[in-house]
Protein backbone atom coordinates (compact mmCIF):
# COMPACT_ATOMS: atom_id res chain seq x y z
CA UNK A 1 0.00 0.00 0.00
CA UNK A 2 1.43 3.59 -1.05
CA UNK A 3 0.40 6.52 0.39
CA UNK A 4 1.66 9.81 -0.48
CA UNK A 5 1.29 13.05 1.37
CA UNK A 6 1.78 16.05 -0.59
CA UNK A 7 0.62 19.62 0.04
CA UNK A 8 -2.92 20.56 0.06
CA UNK A 9 -2.75 23.46 -2.34
CA UNK A 10 -1.80 21.32 -5.21
CA UNK A 11 -3.86 18.39 -4.30
CA UNK A 12 -7.13 19.01 -2.80
CA UNK A 13 -8.98 15.94 -2.41
CA UNK A 14 -7.95 12.28 -1.96
CA UNK A 15 -9.08 8.88 -3.70
CA UNK A 16 -8.75 4.90 -2.91
CA UNK A 17 -8.54 3.15 -5.65
CA UNK A 18 -10.60 0.08 -5.97
CA UNK A 19 -9.18 -3.32 -5.59
CA UNK A 20 -9.63 -7.10 -4.92
CA UNK A 21 -7.42 -8.49 -1.77
CA UNK A 22 -8.48 -12.45 -3.01
CA UNK A 23 -6.24 -11.54 -6.25
CA UNK A 24 -3.10 -11.71 -3.96
CA UNK A 25 -1.93 -14.60 -1.71
CA UNK A 26 1.46 -12.95 0.31
CA UNK A 27 1.37 -9.32 -0.20
CA UNK A 28 -0.94 -6.57 -0.71
CA UNK A 29 -0.48 -4.17 -3.09
CA UNK A 30 -3.17 -1.17 -3.14
CA UNK A 31 -2.65 2.14 -3.95
CA UNK A 32 -4.00 4.84 -2.24
CA UNK A 33 -3.79 8.24 -3.80
CA UNK A 34 -2.90 11.76 -2.43
CA UNK A 35 -4.45 12.40 0.48
CA UNK A 36 -5.74 16.20 1.17
CA UNK A 37 -3.67 17.59 4.59
CA UNK A 38 -6.94 18.64 5.89
CA UNK A 39 -8.47 15.23 5.75
CA UNK A 40 -5.70 13.48 7.68
CA UNK A 41 -5.82 16.53 10.01
CA UNK A 42 -9.46 16.42 11.17
CA UNK A 43 -8.96 12.77 11.54
CA UNK A 44 -8.00 12.86 15.07
CA UNK A 45 -10.09 15.87 15.80
CA UNK A 46 -11.54 15.69 19.64
CA UNK A 47 -14.15 13.36 20.21
CA UNK A 48 -13.34 11.08 17.21
CA UNK A 49 -13.44 7.40 18.16
CA UNK A 50 -10.94 6.59 15.93
CA UNK A 51 -9.01 8.05 12.79
CA UNK A 52 -10.16 7.05 9.16
CA UNK A 53 -7.13 6.26 7.83
CA UNK A 54 -6.77 3.79 11.15
CA UNK A 55 -9.73 2.59 9.62
CA UNK A 56 -8.84 2.08 6.63
CA UNK A 57 -5.34 0.01 7.42
CA UNK A 58 -7.69 -2.07 9.90
CA UNK A 59 -10.05 -3.24 6.84
CA UNK A 60 -7.38 -4.26 5.00
CA UNK A 61 -5.32 -6.41 7.57
CA UNK A 62 -8.96 -7.66 8.51
CA UNK A 63 -9.60 -8.46 4.42
CA UNK A 64 -6.02 -10.13 4.41
CA UNK A 65 -5.39 -12.53 7.29
CA UNK A 66 -1.59 -12.40 8.03
CA UNK A 67 -0.30 -10.52 4.51
CA UNK A 68 2.17 -8.00 5.59
CA UNK A 69 1.08 -3.84 4.89
CA UNK A 70 3.44 -1.69 4.29
CA UNK A 71 2.65 1.98 4.06
CA UNK A 72 4.92 4.54 2.09
CA UNK A 73 4.97 8.05 2.64
CA UNK A 74 6.68 10.49 0.24
CA UNK A 75 6.77 13.95 1.85
CA UNK A 76 7.81 16.99 -0.41
CA UNK A 77 8.93 20.77 1.20
CA UNK A 78 7.15 23.59 -0.10
CA UNK A 79 8.04 26.03 2.72
CA UNK A 80 8.98 25.54 6.95
CA UNK A 81 4.89 25.80 7.47
CA UNK A 82 4.22 22.96 5.76
CA UNK A 83 7.65 20.98 6.70
CA UNK A 84 5.86 21.31 9.96
CA UNK A 85 2.38 20.26 9.15
CA UNK A 86 3.33 17.13 7.51
CA UNK A 87 5.67 15.99 10.49
CA UNK A 88 2.68 16.49 12.27
CA UNK A 89 0.44 14.51 10.21
CA UNK A 90 3.49 11.52 9.85
CA UNK A 91 3.31 11.53 13.72
CA UNK A 92 -0.03 11.37 14.08
CA UNK A 93 -0.44 8.33 11.46
CA UNK A 94 2.48 6.31 12.95
CA UNK A 95 1.62 7.26 16.22
CA UNK A 96 -2.13 7.06 15.97
CA UNK A 97 -1.44 3.34 13.82
CA UNK A 98 0.41 1.52 16.65
CA UNK A 99 -2.19 2.47 19.48
CA UNK A 100 -4.50 1.23 17.14
CA UNK A 101 -2.84 -1.76 16.98
CA UNK A 102 -0.85 -2.03 20.54
CA UNK A 103 -3.28 -5.19 22.10
CA UNK A 104 -3.01 -7.10 18.46
CA UNK A 105 -0.05 -9.40 17.22
CA UNK A 106 2.15 -7.31 15.17
CA UNK A 107 5.50 -6.53 14.33
CA UNK A 108 6.21 -3.37 13.46
CA UNK A 109 9.04 -2.24 11.43
CA UNK A 110 9.43 1.67 11.13
CA UNK A 111 11.97 3.34 8.73
CA UNK A 112 12.16 7.09 7.82
CA UNK A 113 15.06 8.77 5.29
CA UNK A 114 15.51 12.37 4.38
CA UNK A 115 16.98 13.56 1.53
CA UNK A 116 18.04 16.63 0.52
CA UNK A 117 18.71 16.88 -3.10
CA UNK A 118 19.09 13.40 -3.54
CA UNK A 119 21.50 13.24 -0.70
CA UNK A 120 20.23 11.24 2.35
CA UNK A 121 21.05 13.37 5.45
CA UNK A 122 19.36 11.35 8.13
CA UNK A 123 17.50 8.26 8.69
CA UNK A 124 15.91 6.34 11.40
CA UNK A 125 15.72 2.73 11.24
CA UNK A 126 13.46 1.49 14.42
CA UNK A 127 13.22 -2.61 14.86
CA UNK A 128 10.43 -4.42 15.73
CA UNK A 129 12.22 -5.26 18.79
CA UNK A 130 12.53 -1.59 19.67
CA UNK A 131 8.82 -0.63 19.04
CA UNK A 132 6.50 -3.38 19.97
CA UNK A 133 5.09 -4.05 23.74
CA UNK A 134 3.91 -0.36 23.66
CA UNK A 135 7.41 1.15 23.28
CA UNK A 136 6.83 2.87 20.05
CA UNK A 137 3.43 5.12 21.08
CA UNK A 138 5.92 6.51 24.15
CA UNK A 139 8.47 8.02 21.75
CA UNK A 140 6.51 8.82 19.08
CA UNK A 141 5.93 13.06 19.85
CA UNK A 142 9.97 12.94 20.09
CA UNK A 143 10.24 11.38 16.84
CA UNK A 144 7.71 13.87 15.54
CA UNK A 145 9.55 16.63 16.88
CA UNK A 146 13.09 15.15 15.37
CA UNK A 147 11.59 15.10 12.07
CA UNK A 148 10.21 18.11 12.32
CA UNK A 149 13.67 19.96 12.74
CA UNK A 150 15.03 17.75 10.11
CA UNK A 151 13.22 18.81 7.59
CA UNK A 152 13.13 22.49 8.56
CA UNK A 153 17.06 22.06 7.94
CA UNK A 154 16.42 21.42 4.35
CA UNK A 155 15.94 24.00 1.55
CA UNK A 156 14.43 20.95 -0.31
CA UNK A 157 13.51 17.63 1.10
CA UNK A 158 12.13 14.37 -0.12
CA UNK A 159 11.25 11.75 3.33
CA UNK A 160 10.46 8.66 2.28
CA UNK A 161 8.34 6.73 5.29
CA UNK A 162 7.85 3.12 5.58
CA UNK A 163 5.95 1.26 8.49
CA UNK A 164 5.55 -2.68 8.59
CA UNK A 165 2.46 -4.09 10.15
CA UNK A 166 2.90 -7.97 9.83
CA UNK A 167 0.16 -9.99 11.64
CA UNK A 168 1.02 -13.18 13.95
CA UNK A 169 -0.85 -15.39 13.88
CA UNK A 170 -1.75 -16.51 17.27
CA UNK A 171 -4.67 -17.45 19.45
CA UNK A 172 -3.82 -15.21 22.34
CA UNK A 173 -6.31 -13.31 23.77
CA UNK A 174 -5.50 -9.75 23.84
CA UNK A 175 -4.35 -9.99 27.83
CA UNK A 176 -1.89 -13.00 27.22
CA UNK A 177 -0.31 -11.37 23.86
CA UNK A 178 0.16 -8.11 26.21
CA UNK A 179 1.84 -10.47 28.92
CA UNK A 180 3.92 -12.42 26.25
CA UNK A 181 5.31 -9.02 24.84
CA UNK A 182 6.15 -7.59 28.03
CA UNK A 183 8.27 -11.23 28.81
CA UNK A 184 9.82 -10.99 25.57
CA UNK A 185 10.57 -7.35 25.99
CA UNK A 186 11.51 -7.25 29.67
CA UNK A 187 9.20 -4.43 29.47
CA UNK A 188 9.34 -2.69 32.71
CA UNK A 189 10.44 -5.77 34.89
CA UNK A 190 10.69 -4.92 38.52
CA UNK A 191 11.77 -8.53 40.33
CA UNK A 192 13.46 -11.60 38.81
CA UNK A 193 14.16 -15.07 39.76
CA UNK A 194 17.33 -16.85 40.60
CA UNK A 195 18.12 -19.99 38.36
CA UNK A 196 20.47 -22.47 39.71
CA UNK A 197 23.45 -20.92 37.15
CA UNK A 198 23.22 -17.33 38.92
CA UNK A 199 21.31 -15.69 36.22
CA UNK A 200 18.48 -13.88 37.32
CA UNK A 201 15.39 -14.25 34.74
CA UNK A 202 13.16 -10.73 34.49
CA UNK A 203 9.66 -10.47 35.41
CA UNK A 204 6.45 -9.00 36.92
CA UNK A 205 5.59 -9.08 40.57
CA UNK A 206 2.23 -8.33 39.19
CA UNK A 207 2.30 -11.48 36.82
CA UNK A 208 3.48 -13.34 40.13
CA UNK A 209 0.84 -11.73 42.58
CA UNK A 210 -1.98 -13.12 39.82
CA UNK A 211 -0.86 -16.82 39.56
CA UNK A 212 0.22 -17.12 43.60
CA UNK A 213 -1.29 -16.92 46.69
CA UNK A 214 1.87 -17.06 47.99
CA UNK A 215 3.91 -14.28 45.98
CA UNK A 216 0.67 -12.30 46.64
CA UNK A 217 0.78 -12.01 50.44
CA UNK A 218 4.46 -11.83 50.23
CA UNK A 219 4.66 -8.54 48.21
CA UNK A 220 2.00 -7.07 50.05
CA UNK A 221 3.57 -7.13 53.08
CA UNK A 222 6.84 -6.08 51.91
CA UNK A 223 6.52 -3.99 49.03
CA UNK A 224 10.24 -3.83 48.65
CA UNK A 225 10.28 -7.48 48.30
CA UNK A 226 13.70 -8.52 45.41
CA UNK A 227 14.76 -11.08 43.51
CA UNK A 228 13.35 -14.60 44.11
CA UNK A 229 16.22 -16.91 45.06
CA UNK A 230 14.43 -19.82 47.01
CA UNK A 231 12.83 -21.93 43.91
CA UNK A 232 16.54 -23.74 43.41
CA UNK A 233 15.37 -24.41 39.34
CA UNK A 234 17.61 -24.45 36.39
CA UNK A 235 17.16 -21.70 34.16
CA UNK A 236 15.57 -24.00 31.90
CA UNK A 237 12.51 -24.90 34.19
CA UNK A 238 12.33 -21.21 35.61
CA UNK A 239 11.86 -19.90 31.38
CA UNK A 240 9.24 -22.68 30.94
CA UNK A 241 7.54 -21.41 33.98
CA UNK A 242 7.52 -17.97 33.38
CA UNK A 243 6.02 -18.58 29.63
CA UNK A 244 3.27 -20.57 31.09
CA UNK A 245 2.37 -17.76 33.78
CA UNK A 246 2.14 -14.72 31.86
CA UNK A 247 0.53 -16.64 28.66
CA UNK A 248 -0.13 -20.11 29.18
CA UNK A 249 2.43 -21.80 26.89
CA UNK A 250 3.11 -25.16 27.49
CA UNK A 251 5.22 -25.93 24.23
CA UNK A 252 8.17 -26.37 26.57
CA UNK A 253 6.71 -29.34 28.82
CA UNK A 254 5.63 -30.85 25.75
CA UNK A 255 8.89 -31.15 24.36
CA UNK A 256 10.61 -31.97 27.80
CA UNK A 257 8.03 -33.41 30.14
CA UNK A 258 10.92 -33.46 32.72
CA UNK A 259 10.29 -30.00 33.26
CA UNK A 260 6.67 -30.78 34.38
CA UNK A 261 8.56 -32.61 37.03
CA UNK A 262 11.06 -30.46 38.07
CA UNK A 263 8.49 -27.58 38.57
CA UNK A 264 5.31 -29.65 40.25
CA UNK A 265 7.00 -29.64 43.59
CA UNK A 266 7.64 -25.23 43.55
CA UNK A 267 3.85 -25.15 42.22
CA UNK A 268 2.79 -26.89 45.11
CA UNK A 269 4.83 -25.23 47.45
CA UNK A 270 4.37 -21.56 45.72
CA UNK A 271 0.98 -21.87 45.27
CA UNK A 272 0.99 -21.39 41.69
CA UNK A 273 -2.91 -23.25 41.72
CA UNK A 274 -3.29 -23.20 37.74
CA UNK A 275 0.49 -24.29 37.13
CA UNK A 276 -0.27 -27.12 39.55
CA UNK A 277 -3.70 -27.94 38.09
CA UNK A 278 -1.78 -28.16 34.47
CA UNK A 279 1.16 -29.78 35.87
CA UNK A 280 -0.81 -32.73 37.36
CA UNK A 281 -3.15 -33.32 34.69
CA UNK A 282 -0.08 -33.42 32.30
CA UNK A 283 2.09 -35.28 34.34
CA UNK A 284 -1.41 -38.17 34.75
CA UNK A 285 -1.32 -38.48 31.12
CA UNK A 286 2.11 -38.90 30.41
CA UNK A 287 2.51 -41.31 33.17
CA UNK A 288 0.39 -43.76 31.46
CA UNK A 289 1.69 -42.92 28.07
CA UNK A 290 5.22 -42.34 28.49
CA UNK A 291 6.79 -43.13 31.83
CA UNK A 292 7.73 -46.41 33.19
CA UNK A 293 7.73 -47.84 36.58
CA UNK A 294 10.94 -45.33 37.67
CA UNK A 295 9.82 -42.50 36.44
CA UNK A 296 6.33 -43.19 37.91
CA UNK A 297 8.17 -43.66 41.64
CA UNK A 298 10.19 -40.50 41.01
CA UNK A 299 7.02 -38.93 40.42
CA UNK A 300 5.20 -39.56 43.04
CA UNK A 301 8.13 -39.17 45.19
CA UNK A 302 8.33 -35.45 43.62
CA UNK A 303 4.79 -34.70 44.39
CA UNK A 304 5.07 -36.76 48.01
CA UNK A 305 1.97 -38.64 47.21
CA UNK A 306 -0.56 -36.23 45.83
CA UNK A 307 -0.63 -37.50 42.57
CA UNK A 308 -2.29 -41.08 42.20
CA UNK A 309 -4.52 -41.52 39.84
CA UNK A 310 -6.71 -44.03 38.00
CA UNK A 311 -4.73 -43.28 34.98
CA UNK A 312 -1.28 -43.56 36.64
CA UNK A 313 -2.52 -46.94 38.52
CA UNK A 314 -3.84 -48.65 35.56
CA UNK A 315 -0.61 -48.02 33.42
CA UNK A 316 1.21 -49.90 36.43
CA UNK A 317 -0.62 -52.13 38.42
CA UNK A 318 0.73 -54.95 36.57
CA UNK A 319 4.21 -54.10 37.05
CA UNK A 320 3.96 -54.33 41.06
CA UNK A 321 6.29 -57.02 41.12
CA UNK A 322 9.15 -54.71 39.22
CA UNK A 323 8.10 -51.91 41.10
CA UNK A 324 9.52 -53.46 43.96
CA UNK A 325 12.19 -54.92 42.86
CA UNK A 326 13.16 -51.27 41.46
CA UNK A 327 16.19 -48.73 42.40
CA UNK A 328 14.21 -45.74 42.69
CA UNK A 329 11.07 -47.54 45.48
CA UNK A 330 13.88 -49.39 47.54
CA UNK A 331 15.37 -45.50 47.74
CA UNK A 332 11.44 -44.50 48.69
CA UNK A 333 11.56 -46.72 51.05
CA UNK A 334 14.60 -45.91 52.73
CA UNK A 335 13.77 -42.73 53.00
CA UNK A 336 10.42 -42.39 53.56
CA UNK A 337 9.27 -45.61 54.32
CA UNK A 338 5.31 -44.68 54.36
CA UNK A 339 5.11 -43.43 51.80
CA UNK A 340 6.37 -46.31 49.65
CA UNK A 341 3.76 -48.31 51.24
CA UNK A 342 1.18 -46.18 50.39
CA UNK A 343 2.18 -46.60 46.82
CA UNK A 344 2.33 -50.42 47.13
CA UNK A 345 -1.08 -50.12 48.51
CA UNK A 346 -2.38 -47.88 46.17
CA UNK A 347 -1.28 -50.46 43.57
CA UNK A 348 -2.23 -53.57 45.34
CA UNK A 349 -5.54 -52.50 45.67
CA UNK A 350 -6.32 -51.45 42.11
CA UNK A 351 -4.63 -54.75 41.29
CA UNK A 352 -7.40 -56.74 42.55
CA UNK A 353 -10.32 -54.30 42.00
CA UNK A 354 -8.68 -55.25 38.18
Partial sequence: ????????????????????????????????????????????????????LLNLIQSLLGKTGNDNIEINMVLTKVDNETAQME???????????????KNASLGMKLVIGIYDKGVQIHNFD????????????????RLEATIAR????????????????????????????????MLENKFSCDTGITCQNGVIAPCHKYILATNSRFFRQLFHSNQRAGTVDDLNLRAE?????????????????????????????????????????????????QSSQRF???????????????????????????????LKNSREFKTLLENNYEMGMQLVMCMATQRSVG
Fill in 126 to 141: YGAEQISAGGYWKFDQ
Fill in 87 to 101: AFVCGLILGQVERGF
Fill in 1 to 52: MSLFLLNKKRIPRYHLTQFDARKYCSSLKVEILPFDIDVLNNVAEPGAKQPK
Fill in 237 to 285: CVDAMLKFLYYRDVDDFEENPNLAMELLTVANEKRFLTLKDYLTKFLME
Fill in 150 to 181: KLEECSYYEASVTLQLVPVTTNLSPEFANNKQ
Fill in 292 to 322: NVEQGVQLFTETQGWVVTKVFRKRQWKNLEE
